[in-house]
């Protein structure tokens, strides 16, 4: 595992895969690279919950999360 630690993800399968995480931050902390990464679905969800009728949305509603660029 790299410094301050990571995580695996594996599937099995056809084909399978591996995918391995490892968190990182200018300031040397990965809580916060996983806080940033959190707050960034948040963000990139504004526009899609302003454009929502009036009322109680869920999230199952809304269109799918995306980034920009």
Same mark, same amino acid.
């Given at each position: +595992? +790299?410094?301050g630690g990571s995580y695996?993800?594996?599937i099995t399968?056809?084909?399978s895969?591996? #995918?391995d995480?490892? #968190?990182s931050s200018p300031n040397g902390d990965h809580n916060h690279a996983g806080?940033? +990464?959190t707050a960034a679905r948040v963000v990139? +969800?504004?526009p899609a919950v302003i454009d929502a009728a009036p009322g109680i949305v869920t999230a199952r509603e809304l269109p799918p999360v995306t980034g920009k660029g």
């Open positions: +595992a +790299a410094h695996r993800i594996e399968g056809e084909p895969y591996t #995918l995480l490892c #968190l806080l940033v +990464a990139n +969800a504004i």
